[in-house]
């Protein structure tokens, strides 16, 4: 008895030990980005290197906001972000609701259709879009980036399998009080699919800002930038030298994602339990 | 009878209501999916058959494009390497993501088990290309901080950025490193969705670790398995960022995958009607592989265990 306890504490201790070194390594790179975007500009290869600050050169953090358009890219990563996640929750929720919760005809088939479109690569309707955006004159316009993204098929159906999970019986007392499906998508089921509709949220608003395909074909002012492309380009101007800002612009590009993450964490786990992935 | 014919007719009226409030519900999914996904799909098999350039209007040119396509020595350099990536990857994510999964799940103390998630998960949500450029950084042959360490330990510079075989390691620790959060998550929940009923009883009968793995978590997973595999075959198809900014496509061609000779045909060369046909082509490819998975589920996935 005694031994199969002992054996069972190696067992863990041993778990545990490549758990950590894991973790450990997966926010090393982290711990590098923070320390050396605080060093002196000539000191960004300085050997050895140090994954914790050594010095808190904390200019780089302002240079990189005086000397490139940095807030407008943060600006415009916040603007395309926000009205991405608004408008497709809008189509997301309404679309899971009569996916879940209508009998309707050819219910089946139109969600099959939909579901298919997850097989169709981002590049096979990039181009035929590109088209119809210029001929529309929004070129270089954010909304050609936010437009797209307003359909997300994988959205759907986690927001269908959460919403097939309200038991009916909510809906029902509401039809006999006389209510409507609007009002019943408005007051019972939107409210009842809180978590899900942060877990979409966070996963529209992440893919959003991991954007660079869009911004890479559709932005080329200073001005409309985004984050991603934005560093990208920055990435060019500042060649080898001085990497310490590039570094602060990457780190304050992960902020917020971050703090989002972890504020939502909660009701996004949550969220994913519940739309689980037994259709 | 009269009653009968009335809850008939109520009944159908309310079919009838269904029916258009179905569909009303589904209007903005219907229209955008329409206008972005489902709409320019069927129009870039159209421009296939056409050159154009944005600017001239679209010239017919038939069958020129595809002819094209079969003899392009870029297609099959785009295609191999996108293979590579495929047989790198799916593995990568979909059995280490599982692994992971099961040892994060079976830590006991709840609190260590979301550091653990957490930490894990973290590199996820974090900017793909933000993080892709730090390890252009890191993983540089003469200034990196890793061939640092390498060389503390006695070794020499790794060419992890500029070798033809190194330089898919190096992606592939990336890509393990930054997306493996997402099919960990998925196996995590998974896990968590598996009732203990069938652990206990499995200990009752006496099956060891392994044994419990096999015979119970894993058909039990399965579902689950087919969902990963399936979207991360799906996601490595795309893989764009990685090679255009780790690596530019290089060391040569040699991590030139199909979305960069896409992005270089329509967008850097606005050859659009064949841009067209090679982003088809990948639809087609993806299209045939995930059928396939589809029929060859029926052999190992078990769905409603409940």
């Known amino acids: 008895m005694l031994k199969v306890k002992s054996g069972r504490n190696i067992r863990g201790l041993i778990l545990h030990l490549l758990l950590m070194l894991l973790c450990t390594l997966m926010l090393l790179p982290f711990c590098w980005v923070i320390s050396t975007s605080l060093r002196l500009p000539g000191e960004s290869f300085k050997v050895p290197p140090s994954f914790f600050p050594t010095d808190f050169y904390y200019r780089n953090y302002l240079d990189v906001f005086s000397k490139f358009p940095f807030a407008r890219f943060m600006m415009n990563s916040i603007l395309v972000a926000v009205t991405t996640v608004i408008l497709n929750l809008l189509v997301t929720t309404m679309a899971g609701y009569a996916f879940a919760r209508i009998p309707f005809k050819g219910r089946n088939t139109v969600f099959m259709i939909l579901l298919a479109g997850m097989m169709i690569p981002a590049q096979a309707t990039m181009i035929l879009v590109y088209v119809v955006m210029s001929k529309l004159g929004l070129v270089g316009s954010l909304w050609a980036i936010i437009l797209p993204a307003t359909i997300n098929p994988l959205s759907i159906f986690f927001v269908r399998q959460f919403m097939m999970t309200i038991p009916g019986s909510y809906e029902e007392a509401a039809y006999i009080d006389g209510a409507g499906r609007v009002q019943i998508y408005l007051k019972i089921i939107l409210p009842m699919s809180k978590s899900v509709i942060v877990m979409t949220s966070l996963l529209n608003f992440m893919a959003s800002w991991n954007n660079f395909m869009g911004p890479l074909i559709y932005l080329s002012d200073w001005d409309q930038m985004t984050l991603p492309i934005g560093l990208r380009v920055l990435q060019g101007y500042m060649g080898t030298g001085s990497i310490g800002v590039i570094l602060a612009g990457v780190a304050i590009s992960i902020i917020i994602p971050t703090f989002l993450y972890l504020a939502g964490q909660k009701y996004f786990m949550q969220g994913m339990t519940l739309s689980g992935l037994k259709s | ?306």
């Open chain 2, 1 to 306: 009878m009269k009653e009968n014919k009335k809850t008939v007719s109520v009944f159908q009226k309310k079919k009838r209501a269904d029916n258009i409030a179905g569909y009303l519900f589904l209007l903005p999914a219907i229209v955008t999916f329409l206008l972005f996904i489902g709409g320019p799909m069927i129009l870039s098999l159209g421009l296939s058959f056409f050159d154009y350039n944005l600017i001239q209007p679209p010239e017919f040119t038939g069958l020129k494009n595809l002819r094209k396509f079969l003899i392009d020595p870029q297609v099959r350099v785009s295609f191999a390497n996108t293979f590579k990536f495929l047989l790198i990857l799916v593995p990568v994510h979909c059995i280490g993501g599982l692994i992971l999964a099961f040892m994060v799940s079976s830590v006991r103390s709840s609190r260590l088990k979301s550091v653990y998630r957490g930490a894990i998960y973290f590199p996820t949500i974090v900017t793909t290309a933000s993080v892709a450029i730090v390890w252009a950084y890191l993983f540089g042959t003469d200034t990196g901080v890793i061939n640092y360490f390498v060389r503390q330990l006695g070794g020499t510079n790794i060419p992890w950025l500029t070798n033809k075989v190194m330089v898919y390691i190096t992606i592939a620790l990336f890509s393990f490193w930054k997306f493996i959060g997402t099919a960990f998550l998925y196996y995590f929940i998974g896990l968590q969705n598996i009732p203990d009923v069938y652990y206990e009883a499995a200990r009752i009968d006496g099956a060891g670790t392994l044994q419990v793995f096999f015979r119970i978590t894993l058909p039990l997973l399965s579902s689950t398995i087919f969902f990963v595999i399936v979207t991360n075959i799906i996601s490595v198809f795309q893989i764009f960022e990685e090679p255009f900014i780790i690596t530019n496509g290089g060391p040569g061609t040699a991590t030139k995958t199909i979305s960069f000779y896409i992005y270089e045909i329509a967008f850097k060369q606005v050859k659009t009607g064949y841009g067209c046909l090679l982003a088809f082509s990948v639809f087609l490819i993806i299209l045939a592989v995930t059928i396939i998975q589809f029929a060859g589920q029926k052999k190992w996935v078990t769905y409603d265990y409940e």
